[in-house]
């Protein structure tokens, strides 16, 4: 993998690049890869593998410090100014081609650079966001957003991690696109930051608490849904979600109001307890989700 050698062939073994200006550095780096190459007999690669490799080495945390990164990234024609935030996402690689455009139509729009290439079944990529915009992640979803739509795409899925300051700190930015496009199978444009509770409830599903959660705060709630075939833990979720609005939940559920109502009054008895009480948000809200995204 280059990102485990990059730092020697900066550099040599045991020394840190210098400090100094990235044009210089890029010159370095430059001539010291395609000497490797040669030696190797490896042919210098395009930029789309040299992102691809970059990318690869983001996701699986293999690659070796933000000097480096920033030099890979340049060779690959990413640049982005300085007071740009930048945006990992992952998008869903059965059509490759249309993932792709999507991407570089959404740059053009942000009127940014891009990164992007193929890493397994995935099409991983990097926005550049100005920070003037104020909501950088908005701002990436819009772009985006507005692009699936120029370009017809309905086959491509796509979801934004969080912001990163600097290309190698792009790692969590991008495993978070990607755990959200595999929490949201039928969505097409997710937000890391919209799912952040799914998230981190997916990393700790296998924890013992979150079983004791779910049984001690919503346990009857799943036993009448197993027993009943019911949706009482959706439901619930769904109200807290909105606002303890029984209009927006009725909507959005495809309910009557006085069907919710009802629902919501077998849901108080069961719990034995009124839903809407501040004291006992959070936990219903974590117990509800904590059910849904560990499949219990």
Do not use: K, N
Not at 209 to 217: A, G, I, N, Q
Not at 270 to 285: E, I, R, S
């Amino acid at each position: 993998m280059l990102g485990t050698t990059w730092g020697r062939l900066v550099a040599g073994p045991g020394s840190p690049l210098p400090a100094e200006d990235l044009a210089v550095a890029l010159e370095r780096t430059t001539v010291a890869l395609a000497l490797a190459m040669l030696r190797t007999g490896d042919p210098p690669r395009e930029p789309d593998r040299l992102a691809a490799a970059l990318l690869t080495d983001l996701l699986e945390g293999t690659a070796e410090g933000q000097a480096e990164s920033s030099v890979r990234a340049a060779l690959a024609g990413f640049r982005p100014a300085a007071d740009h935030l930048l945006i990992g996402l992952a998008a869903d690689a059965l059509e490759t081609a249309a993932a792709l455009a999507v991407v570089d139509r959404a740059a053009r729009i942000l009127h940014t650079p891009a990164l992007r290439g193929r890493v397994s079944r995935l099409v991983l990529g990097v926005l550049a966001v100005p920070r003037s915009v104020g909501d950088v992640v908005g701002a990436a979803q819009q772009a985006l957003d507005e692009a699936l739509r120029r370009l017809s795409a309905p086959q491509v899925r796509i979801a934004v991690g969080y912001p990163a300051t600097e290309v190698g700190e792009l790692g969590g930015s991008l495993r978070d696109a990607r755990a959200a496009l595999d929490l949201r199978p039928g969505s097409r444009l997710i937000s890391a930051r919209a799912i952040a509770l799914d998230l981190e409830l997916t990393r700790h599903g296998g924890s013992g608490h979150l079983d004791h959660l779910v049984r001690h705060t919503i346990g009857p709630l799943v036993e009448w849904d197993a027993a009943h075939r019911t949706d009482l833990v959706r439901t619930l979720e769904t109200f807290l979600l909105h606002g303890c609005s029984a209009t927006r939940t009725a909507a959005v559920l495809h309910l009557r109001r006085q069907s919710f109502y009802q629902r919501l009054q077998r849901i108080e008895a069961l719990l034995g307890h009124t839903v809407t009480d501040p004291d006992v948000h959070a936990a219903l809200l974590l117990a509800t989700a904590a059910h849904r995204v560990t499949g219990r």
